[in-house]
């Protein structure tokens, strides 16, 4: 009964879906371009993502459910409402529609979002000469510890940028014994949250001497001359415990401590490694050959794909299919390159080397 009910549950999505029409059990798969694929800016998707990912993603029941029963947390990625499996970066890339507030480009279709991400990793791999699974995720999925977020990042900004300014010394030289400088940061306009106030201590930037008043005699008291020691050598009393003359010493003043911005991402980068080379029998660091040099994909890419996928949106992946005709897609325009190619050549040596007199 579970195949039945499973049969049932698609078909019934897929009737519900906008923009399928014809019998479920017709396999033909209608033009992109047919499709009205818009991309919705409030919510951030392409119109069609939904009888999308009904053909191109698995697992089928999880995506199945997502689309009939309006089940999109915790399984839907926000990638795959812009049928972006790979969450490819704005390119100019073919079938692109829009891009997001980050720069993920909403696709018409899976396959566009297919094209690019193989071209995009021919690139990665010809081009720029990653040939391994880190060098590849590194630039792929770059770190974000280079910038500053949170209240975190804002403090550091306040002592870095505000503490060396003019005002904030003249504050400095009017505070009281033990006091500190107050700064308050305002929310800007548009609505967005925070506002955030900070204490920082102003200590003196050059150590403070005794320095001795111009008139003698008029400024200070003088001190008081030592007693002449005597002639006669004297016992000394031993030295004090080291203990005692460190109890009367100032305590060091305590390391605060800050926090960083973000956490290091190199093990989210090996992890993201470790799962692409998974089965291929090769390490992060190793070549993963998938292309040959004149650009044609090898046995690898679909692998390497594959898992990018479901790196990219955890619960569901792309499925082999679509994987697949991406790359005969792609093994064909190698083709029709280079018979053009040849046929240039062709032309290049048919043409008459002299002049006709």
Aim: proline share 8%.
């Amino acid at each position: 009964m579970v195949p039945q009910t499973f049969y049932a549950l698609v078909l019934a999505a897929r009737a519900l879906l906008p923009g399928d029409s014809g019998s479920a059990s017709d396999t033909f798969r209608p033009d992109p371009q047919a499709v009205a694929a818009r991309y919705e800016p409030s919510s951030r998707e392409v119109t069609n993502w939904r009888s999308e990912a009904m053909d191109a993603l698995e697992p089928k029941p999880v995506v199945a459910m997502a689309a009939l029963f309006r089940a999109e947390r915790p399984f839907v990625a926000r990638c795959v409402k812009l049928n972006n499996y790979w969450c490819i970066k704005s390119a100019r890339w073919n079938g692109e529609l829009a891009t997001d507030s980050e720069g993920h480009v909403g696709f018409i279709s899976a396959d566009h979002s297919a094209d690019a991400a193989a071209t995009l990793l021919r690139r990665y791999y010809l081009e720029f000469n990653r040939k391994s699974a880190l060098d590849i995720v590194r630039r792929w999925a770059p770190a974000e510890c280079n910038v500053a977020t949170g209240i975190g990042g804002m403090a550091m900004l306040a002592v870095r940028g505000i503490g060396g300014t003019v005002r904030a010394q003249y504050l400095a030289s009017r505070r009281q014994k033990g006091g500190a400088v107050r700064y308050t940061a305002k929310a800007g306009p548009g609505g967005k949250p925070g506002r955030v106030s900070m204490v920082i201590p102003m200590t003196s930037k050059t150590p403070q001497y005794r320095v001795p008043s111009i008139a003698a005699g008029m400024g200070e008291k003088p001190k008081p001359a030592k007693p002449p020691e005597p002639l006669v050598a004297t016992r000394r009393k031993p030295a004090k415990e080291a203990a005692t003359i460190a109890s009367a010493a100032p305590k060091p003043a305590q390391k605060v401590q800050v926090a960083a911005a973000c956490p290091s991402e190199e093990q989210r980068h090996r992890n993201y490694a470790g799962r692409m080379v998974e089965g291929l029998g090769l390490g992060p660091s190793d070549d993963l050959k998938l292309f040959a040099a004149d650009g044609t994909p090898q046995p690898n890419l679909t692998q390497v794909m594959l898992a990018m996928s479901a790196f990219e949106l955890g619960t569901l992946r792309a499925s082999p299919e679509l994987v697949e005709g991406a790359i005969e897609r792609a093994i064909a325009k190698v083709q029709e390159n280079a018979q053009a190619a040849a046929q240039k050549a062709q032309a290049f040596r048919n043409e008459p080397t002299g002049v006709e007199r």
